[in-house]
C-alpha cells in the first residue's frame, strides 16, 4: 500500500487536474467505474463492489453533496490503495484530528487519500489560506469559504487544513 497523500497527488497529475473543486465523479468515470446513488441504510456512506470489469461505487443518496463527494473520493481510495476485496461497505463514522474513532488502518488511509484528492496540497496558495491565524476570529468564517470553494464539509476542510499543519485545533 503506497502513501495516501502521494498516491492521490499522482492520480491527479495523471489526469491533468489541477484545479478546484476536483471533478470527483468525472474522475471516477474516466477510470472505468460506475457510480451509482441509492439511499441507503444511514450508517452507511458507500461502497465500492469490484467484480472483474464491472467497478461500482455506490453513494447513500440521502446524505448531502460534501458528503457523497467526500464517499465518492473515500471509495477511489479504496480502489486504488487496497486491491484485494471485491465488497467493501463504509459506515459512517465521526472523525476527529487524529482519526482516533477510526482503528482500520485501510479506513485511515481511504480518509486520507479523499482528503488528499479532494483538497490537494498544492491548491492552497497563500491567497486561500488568508484569515487562518487562530484567535483573531476569522479562522472559521476561512474555513466556511474554503469549504464551500472545495465543495467539501467544514469538518472535512478543518482537519484537512490541521494535518497540513496550516492550522491548530486547540
Known amino acids: 500500500m503506497g502513501d495516501p497523500e502521494q498516491e492521490a497527488e499522482a492520480l491527479l497529475r495523471r489526469q491533468g487536474i489541477s484545479m478546484v473543486p476536483v471533478p470527483v465523479e468525472a474522475l471516477v468515470r474516466d477510470l472505468g467505474l460506475q457510480v451509482v446513488y441509492e439511499p441507503l441504510d444511514d450508517e452507511v456512506s458507500g461502497l465500492l463492489y469490484r467484480d472483474g470489469p464491472v467497478q461500482v461505487i455506490g453513494v447513500n443518496s440521502r446524505q448531502v453533496a460534501a458528503r457523497q463527494r467526500f464517499t465518492i473520493a473515500h471509495e477511489l481510495g479504496h480502489w486504488q490503495l487496497h486491491k484485494g476485496r471485491a465488497v467493501r461497505v463504509d459506515r459512517a463514522v465521526r472523525m476527529n484530528f487524529r482519526h482516533q474513532r477510526v482503528r482500520d488502518l485501510e479506513e485511515v488511509s481511504a480518509n486520507k487519500f479523499a482528503a488528499a484528492l479532494l483538497m ?40 484537512r487544513l490541521f494535518e497540513l499543519g496550516v492550522i491548530d485545533p486547540t
Open 120 to 159: 490537494p496540497r498544492s491548491t492552497f496558495t497563500p491567497d486561500r489560506l488568508r484569515g487562518l491565524k487562530p484567535g483573531e476570529g476569522r479562522l472559521e468564517l476561512a474555513v466556511q469559504r474554503l469549504a464551500a470553494l472545495y465543495r467539501v464539509s467544514q469538518q472535512a476542510m478543518t482537519i
